[in-house]
DNA sequence: TTCATAAATGAAACGGGTTTCAAAAGAATG
DNA sequence: CATTCTTTTGAAACCCGTTTCATTTATGAA
């Protein structure tokens, strides 16, 4: 690989200048500009990122820590935040750390390491947290919220307000025995939606049936039946997200129950499946596109939420689709 | 950030031996370990990676190139890389070249200029390949192959034979007006699947029915529109890959055309999803997993194919599931 | 105890752009 | 034409681990 010094050389200028010539910093005389350019073609000479990054102290580089690379969610909020990170010249680095903490942290010290410009993580961890200070770089969670903030910048959905209209439509759709499949407790995305559930439901006089369950397609599946068991009664189904929604309709499409009129069912998330599957799904839309261009936003600006704090919130909105009645039916 | 120099004052050392410490290269004194080990922990020390591989010209990193990170089965192919990957001490970095030559080419220089150890590309871009050979590291294509083959490793599946494969069942689960949804000519891996297809038609006198359309769903939605009005005699449909599968079910459902009993369906692919859906989508596997695993290999391998030649062929293998009639309904 | 080997250790160079700093060249002023 | 202010330009230091090479220290044999 030819280096800075050799185009210099064939130039016959130094080092410096060919710098100069790339990096437009200082004016360089027309003449020599001409030749430095010449010999950059000639030669096929690509600046090595690595030495010019050890030295900048930055890579135009943003770290992005997603917990698993097969759920849609996240590579949907991936891909917001690469296209919106090459709008501004920076490129992303994916890391799918498998829920897996250890992971995480390796993630973070590499991108440490690398002099990354800043990550984003979409992370649960309690425990990660508070390693996260101990960063310098700017680094904004997306997706989770703690109680103990140690980051300058979250950015969440509201969840809880998800929880509410999912119960809410089911309720309007006519349902009367609403079942939620909560997450894993404790988690503050998981937690969020389900008190919003819990909270309509006691306002209006339903009794709370719950059920808890994993993120993923497999414990959506063994969920599902166990709940059918539980309660046999159930007609409205509140699910953590679309993965296990769609997971849900398996089973019930297996047993013959019709969807959505023996039972009625919402999901939470709005991936690009959930209107891609067949019946589409009703589900609680995250503006995973607005939350995704707001966090390189705010790693660009240092990872500070200029005014509004340290959070910033996002509304859900209910998609009325398939898997309820449609108010024509109602 | 505490630098190498640093701890080594705080240890009573040279630099040279906190670097022999951390490395094993060379034995220390256990008394002067034990003092650098101090000295690392109590200022928490983590090595620049940047400048490691600066002098080392070798980043632990294998740059994983896929045109969409949206479709499943680049998600899933990345997937098994980094696990590969990381089972071997190497991270993945992965870029998202949304189908863009540019970008590929961006992301290519990028790697290149970064000291990555290797690449694996799932490109059909030939432009592309002409490139990848004045690269020096290590290149792995994977689904694709090209008639001028400029890179030393091609890992494909035997596409033709899914293609065959496919009409075969079609056929033996009573189909007698097939249709094929083919990728874009021109790419081996759609043409391929195409022609497997089109000479299984000719050898058993069946009449050869096509239509085109791209990878994706959207493009799945129009086509199947198209499909139904060109050939409303149609009862077996061939599909590019899974998620135009998905989408022509979406059709047919909002149709309300049976299926498999109006109509019977195979997708190509077997990415998750093809299993997670309702109705199951009958399928030709491809051994993704082993793909994958094996382009790491052959990147650990200095980018060659030992004894094989320049190109290895992974065996398809068709799924029955639910959208062609089992053997016990024929 | 002494000389020859072997092992541990530090100083310095290295990798490849970038930037500082001072010298050189050019432009402007008197 | 001399003098001063600008603008170009190159030499060298820098970023920060790693490695070479020579020196010092330890080990073993005599």
Known sequence: MAGIRDVARQAGVSPATVSRVINGTTPVAADKRERVLRAIEEMGFVPNEVARSLFKKSSKTIGVIIPSIRNPYFTQLADVIDAAAKERGYRIVLYNVHHDLDQERAALQMLAAANADGVIVASNNEALQEELAHYQMPVVVVDALFQTRQVNAYLYCDYYQGGRLAAEHLTACGCRNLVCIRGVQGLYTAQARYEGYRDYCREHGLTEQVVECDYDFE??????????????????????????????????????????????????????????????????????????????????NEGHLPKEGRRQSFPVSLVPRETTRSKESR
């Open 219 to 300: 414990a959506g599946l063994s969920m599902t039946e166990e709940l059918l068991e539980r309660f046999p009664q159930v007609d409205g189904i509140v699910a953590c997200n679309d993965m296990v929604a769609i997971s849900v309709y398996k089973i019930l499409h297996k047993r013959n129950i019709a969807v959505p009129d023996q039972i009625q069912l919402v999901g939470f998330d709005d991936i690009h499946l959930a209107s891609l599957i067949s019946p589409e799904l009703t589900t609680i839309h995250q503006p995973i596109d607005a939350m995704g261009r707001r966090a390189v936003e705010v790693i660009l």
